[in-house]
């Protein structure tokens, strides 16, 4: 009896081992966030910028790839010199914890004063790679962000810093495999068939397209695609490419940027732009899209 006793117990306390981190984060990286939107409203840029590693990506609206701390922080002082930014907040949508790496996706507001425009609300989604290494401070590894609506270029600020060369990962079985996936997304695209695209992603994946919110669900992303991808509007080239990947086993976080011609009639134009994907091996060995966020540079 004594034994059955402890064995309820031990296995209500694992329960409870397994089910308390989640909540844990949550509370968290909310703190953290908060921090964040009291730090750009505040203009304190080194408390912006101690939550990032050495070597972090930022991937802003409208604007290039920064690779590394020093290009983010020149960035953001540029960006606090042309603009002034209040009323800020994050809400998190979702959170995955993915060995010593959390992803967190959610949406988040600000209002955005810019020369002699009138104040804009800037509503947007994000997502955000943390390493956890220590979790005590997490520091962000990867970050993108872009508007839940169409957006003018001239409601953000134009901000160019000079770049590092764009990196390219070592060889590997594990690119190449995601390579020949990118290059199912680029058929697709170019032959208008959107309704190949869906089966591309797992059941529960979340994708973050450029001027649209969070689609949740493979049903609803394939909805989407349909209509996005319209055999009026001809697309060649496309090109999606890998900066860097980190492979976490089951799972693997990619930066990737891409590039699109189009031409609809007698209007054609290019696109270019960024975007970081979560790569998730299935029960087959096979590799679907988890976790995704674009937005055009």
Known sequence: MRFLVLLISFLTLVRFANAQP????YQ???????QLDDAWATRDVGKIMSFYTYKAVRMPE????????SAIESYIRAWMDAATVSNCSHEIKDIQVIKNHLIEIGTAKATVLLGKNPPYLYESKYLHVWDISNPQRPLLVAEIQGSVKDLARNILPVIDIPQKATPTPSRSSLLQR?????EIF????????????????T????????????????EAINKYYVEHESPAVAKDPVKINISSLTDLGDFVIVNGFYHVHWKDGANEGNVDGKSINIWKK????DYKMFRQMVVHD
């Open 28 to 34: 968290q990286f909310n703190a953290i966030e908060q």
């Open 203 to 218: 059941a529960d994946a979340i994708y973050m397209p450029y001027f649209r919110d969070l689609i949740t669900g493979r």
């Open 282 to 285: 299935d029960d087959n060995g």
């Open 62 to 69: 409208y604007s290039p790839t920064l690779l590394g701390r």
């Open 22 to 25: 989640a909540t844990a984060y």
């Open 178 to 182: 995601l390579n020949e996936k990118n």
């Open 186 to 201: 680029v058929h697709n695209v170019m032959t208008a068939n959107g309704a190949a695209m869906a089966a591309l992603y």
